[in-house]
């Protein structure tokens, strides 16, 4: 009996701390999250962030928005012409380049 209490306790424990721990700095929005922030016009359109990173012609793999060091930015992952992988973090906010290219 003592450990199915312990048990229970722990499950509960953890459902706590869960949300906690996905709040970290380097947390990805949600789909919700994500439309309820450029719905508030708290960050630009993912079409901006492209464009900053000049996209362009190549292939968008990946874009995420994401809270990193206490500011939202979008992470891309691009497939060039020529298969050269590349990433670049723009800020979510203003739309300028921050990282990569």
Do not use: F, W
Not at 9 to 14: D, L
Not at 61 to 80: F, I, K, P, Q, S
């Amino acid at each position: 009996m003592n450990l199915v209490r312990l048990t229970a306790v722990a499950g509960v424990v953890v459902a706590a701390l869960t949300p906690a721990l996905a709040a970290g700095p380097n947390r990805c929005l949600s789909p919700d999250e994500r439309r309820a922030k450029i719905a508030a016009h708290q960050v630009v359109s993912l079409s901006k962030a492209m464009r900053a990173a000049k996209v362009g012609r190549r292939e968008l793999v990946r874009a995420a928005l994401c809270e990193h060091n206490d500011r939202l930015v979008y992470l891309l992952t691009v497939l060039g012409r020529d298969g050269k992988v590349t990433r670049a973090t723009v800020d979510a906010g203003s739309g300028t380049v921050v990282a990569g290219h």
